[in-house]
């Protein structure tokens, strides 16, 4: 009896209760004013969201107390941010709606764009995903067949290390004219941004090696192939697996500055066409969208990290 | 033609303070099945000797010779154990074992080498633990598959570099008397060559102890007991005893003489 009572009364739980009673009761007065609220759009979408949340959270297994207790936290702050989104905007109209959409505007916003959503949304990944690959696997081999030779590592580290201090957003815009199409110059773009940085740290990690590994593989009479791809790249792998979550929110920042500039498809251009067509309920909505996509890749990448490195070192 | 030769064999380091020769002008003849001790006192140039075997040292000037050819660089003739733990943490005990294998014989079939590694690991008593990460084994363990690993390639000659040294001295004796049967299974085809500090260690397993004082050899010690050796019997042994001394007095000569140098200083 007491166990199901402290299962119900929790703190999600009673967020939970509160946003929905704050979606179903009426909106503000100040909603009548002409020119200062927008017409409310049909609240479904933005409950369904508010239900899909509450039922991960309900639903939501695990043997570890620590982490449940967590995940609980996680969903009781998203309700907090949700539930005061909803009380600024719709119920207090503490600016004019249009500046400040209402959270059921804008979600409703993904069932009225879903095309035009989805497609940016291949789009970009298209791009991302091939310059965000492409310069792992240069970096990876270039960095690893670099840092193994001395002489080459002493002559070309400073260089690149000057090379990727520069924020490659500062030549996005450049390169952007340059190129002959949006889809090449943003795949390069997205390249140099993730490539030199992996490429210095895999000439430093290779660089800084602890000489017992490469002794060992010495004395096993390892020839050099396998001293590159099945001793060293095996002994850098955490540490590049490890930076693949910060090099996929650098590939999203540049790629959607990039868009910002001269796309036109993809989740930076919704974003940026609607900003300048001053319809702020989209913009935000597309934002929304763009971290939503960030959050899952990252989710992916964890579950790639905790696959691929089982050892500790 | 002895085994392994080395003639006026000279190392020098250089590093950040200069030039520093850590071997000066050791000949050495080792013979084809012997089991070699060097002992001596820390930073007299045990590892530095080992390393010009294992091929990871360049000697200065001198020869040093295996099979009667001089060689470059290190050989699939040897292994080496270090006394680091040097097991590749991100492969199981059976890969690491395997992954020597395939680099040793380069148009096996991975199942052949893995059936290799699984004899050897089996020979040092790690049956349960083949499948096991090196970060999920003691030290002792890890050590046993650096042995099963540098034992599964056949080397004519192995080199083992303070292997038990990180260990307590019960593995340590343990470990001990499993090399000598593993090397006696062989039929003490193979030339050891084996670092230790410890005089107990180094009378037990050789057939003869080099011991060394910085930069020299000092001293070759014939150890006469007979084959296979039981640890008991040995330590009973009046033999035993007087070898024990004279070794013991070695060290303790090279103590007495740093403390005298040292004397000047103070
Ligand atoms: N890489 C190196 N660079 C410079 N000097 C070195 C290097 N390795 C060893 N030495 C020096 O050479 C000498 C011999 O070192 P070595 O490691 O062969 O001694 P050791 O007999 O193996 O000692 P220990 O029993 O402590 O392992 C030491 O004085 C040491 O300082
Ligand atoms: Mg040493």
């Known amino acids: ?313 | 033609m002895s085994k392994i030769e080395l003639k006026n064999l000279c190392v020098e380091y250089s590093g950040g303070s200069g030039r520093f020769r850590a071997l000066s002008d050791i000949s050495l003849n080792i013979e084809d099945g012997e089991f070699v001790c060097l002992v001596g006192s820390s930073g007299c140039g045990k590892s530095t000797l080992l390393g010009v075997l294992e091929g990871l040292n360049k000697p200065s000037s001198g020869t040093a010779k295996i099979n009667g050819k001089e060689f470059k660089g290190p050989g699939p003739e040897r292994a080496v154990v270090f006394q680091h733990y040097s097991l590749f943490p991100w492969l199981t005990a059976k890969q690491n074992v395997a992954f020597a294998v395939t680099l040793v014989h380069k148009e096996m079939k991975k199942a052949e080498a893995n059936a290799i590694s699984e004899k050897y690991l089996d020979k040092v008593g790690l049956t349960g633990f083949m499948d096991k990460l090196s970060g999920e084994l003691s030290g002792g363990m890890q050590q046993r598959v650096a042995i099963a690993r540098a034992l599964a390639v056949s080397p004519e000659i192995l080199l083992m570099d303070e292997p038990f040294g990180a260990l307590d001295a019960k593995t340590r004796v343990t470990l001990q008397k499993q090399l000598l049967e593993l090397w006696g299974s062989e039929n003490r085809s193979m030339t050891v060559v084996f670092v230790t500090h410890d005089i107990d260690e180094a009378l037990f397993l050789a057939d003869r102890i080099i011991f060394m004082e910085p930069k020299k050899i000092r001293r070759e010690i014939s150890v006469p007991f007979s084959r296979p050796r039981s640890q008991s019997e040995i330590f009973a042994s009046k033999e035993y005893a007087s070898l024990r001394s004279e070794l013991f007095s070695l060290f303790y000569d090279d103590i007495s003489e740093k403390i005298n140098e040292m004397g000047g200083w103070l």
């Not at chain 1, 759009?41 to 949340?53: A, E, G, Q, T």
């Not at chain 1, 840092?147 to 590592?153: A, E, M, V």
Request: aromatic letters at 12%; one cysteine or more; charged letters at 15%.
């Open chain 1, 1 to 313: 009896m007491k166990t199901l009572k402290t299962r119900i009364l929790t703190i999600p739980n009673l967020l939970f209760t509160l946003l929905l009673a704050a979606v179903l009761t009426p909106q503000s007065r100040l909603a009548a004013v002409p020119g200062y609220g927008a017409k409310m759009k049909s609240p479904l979408v933005f409950l369904c969201v508010i239900v899909i949340i509450e039922l991960a959270y309900l639903l939501r297994s695990g043997k570890n107390e620590e982490k449940l207790k967590v995940s609980s936290d996680i969903t009781a702050f998203v309700f907090l941010l949700l539930l005061a989104w909803e009380v600024t905007t719709r119920k207090l109209d503490i600016a004019p709606r249009i500046f400040l959409p209402p959270p059921e505007n804008v979600f409703n916003v993904f069932v009225e764009d879903w095309d035009f959503i989805l497609q940016g949304w291949a789009r970009s990944m298209y791009l991302l995903l091939t310059g965000f690959t492409l310069a792992i696997i240069a970096g990876v081999i270039l960095g690893l067949i670099v840092g193994w030779i001395p002489r080459l590592r002493r002559a070309v580290f400073p260089i690149s290390k000057a090379v990727s201090a520069v924020p490659s957003m500062i030549y996005v815009p450049y390169i952007v004219m340059l190129l002959p199409t949006f889809t090449s110059a943003s795949i390069f773009v997205i390249f140099l941004g993730i490539f030199f940085p992996t490429f210095m740290n895999m000439i430093n990690r290779v660089g800084t090696i602890d000489h017992k590994i490469v002794d060992t593989a010495r004395v096993l009479n390892a020839p050099l192939h396998s001293m590159l791809f099945r001793v060293i790249l095996p002994y850098t792998l955490p540490r590049i697996i490890n930076n693949l979550t910060v090099m996929l929110s650098v590939s999203v920042m540049t790629l959607t500055a990039a868009e910002m500039m001269g796309a036109d498809r993809g989740m930076g251009y919704y974003v940026r066409k609607f900003s300048s067509e001053i319809n702020y309920t989209k913009t935000i909505a597309g934002i929304l969208f763009i971290a939503l996509v960030v959050s899952l890749l990252n989710w992916f990448v964890d579950l790639l990290k905790k696959k691929l490195i089982k050892w500790n070192y």
